[in-house]
C-alpha cells in the first residue's frame, strides 16, 4: 500500500531554543550536522516515533512544543523521553504562551494557535521564506541543481494570453501537461510535486511522482481542459547525490502508463540524512504516541541544558492532499 499518510492521529515534535530563536523538527531519526538554513524539511505523517537530537555547546533553554496536528480521533496518548546532559524547569516557569512561528512567518503567513506557519498559497517553508521561480519560454525550461535532502520550485501558467514572452505560458483549452525531470546520473534521484494554486509539499500535491526513475515523468490530464491558472512546481532531491537536472514542461503528452497504482502514487521512500555528528555531547528528545493532546493542540514542555548551534530546519504545516492522476 501507498499513502502519504499511514497515521490516523498525527502529532509532531518541535524544538525550539529561548535563546537563539532557531529551530528542530522531529521528523528524522538519524541527526544532521547541517547548518544550511536553506534545508526545507517537511512534517513527519508516516512514523508514529519521532526524534530530536540537539548538539549541546553551551547553555540555553529550549521549549520542546507537541502539535496536535490531525487528531480526528481524540484524545491522543503520547510520552515524551529526554536522554543527555540537562535539568528539567518547574511547570509554573512554562505558564506563559510561547510562539514557535520564526521571522513572524517571514511576512508570507499567519502563525497558527498552534505555533506553525500558515503560508500564503505562494509560499511555503518553515517560515514561509520559499518563492517560486519563473519557467522560461523555451526548452528545457529550468536547468538546475537539487541537493539531497533540499527543494527548488518553480511556476508555469495556463492563460488565455500569454504574459512574457520569456516566460512559460500554456494556452487554454489544454487537456494534458506533462512534466519531465531529467539528470545525468542514475544515482540521482529528484522527486516531483505540482499543485495549482499553491506550492505543494509531499503531503498537499495535486499531482506527484516518487519513483525516483530518470528522467521523472509525471503527465496532468482532463477529459475536458486544463483550469487556467498558475501551477507550482516542486523539485526534491530525494536521493543519492545531487541532482543536476532539466525540467521541462509541455502540453503533449504520450500514452496513459499502466504501472501506477490506483491512488496516482508511484511510492514512498525513506530518505536518510547523510553526514555525522562532530561534538562531543548529543540531547536526544524522542515524541511517542503513548500524554494527552486533543486535534489542533500544542502542549509546551520547558528544559534547561547545555545546548548551543541548532541547525535550522525548516517545515511545512500538513494538509489533506487533493486527488490526482499519474501517469
Known sequence: MSSDYLLVNNLDLVVTSTKGGVHWVGNQRLPTPSTDTSLHRMLDTLNNVEQVAIDVAALDT????VSGNNVPKGPQLYSLTVTGQFEQRPVSECQGSVTVCPNSCSVHGRCTSEGLCECFPEYAGFDCSFASSAMKAKAPNVASSVAVGQWVFYHFDI????????VLTLPSGVTCIQV???TGSDLAHPEVFVSRGRMPN???ADWLNQSRRNPVSLTIRDNHSLLNG???VGVFGGC??????TLTVTATCGPMSDSVNASGIAGIQSIEPSGTMLTAWITVISLLMAGSVVAVAAVVIRMLTTGGSIPYMPIEKSQPRTAAILT
Open 159 to 166: 492563460a488565455r494570453s500569454g504574459g512574457s514572452k520569456d
Open 240 to 245: 543519492c547525490n545531487t541532482a543536476e537536472l
Open 202 to 204: 509531499m503531503a498537499t
Open 62 to 65: 529550549y521549549d520542546i512544543l
Open 180 to 182: 519531465v525531470a531529467a
Open 230 to 232: 498558475r501551477y507550482y
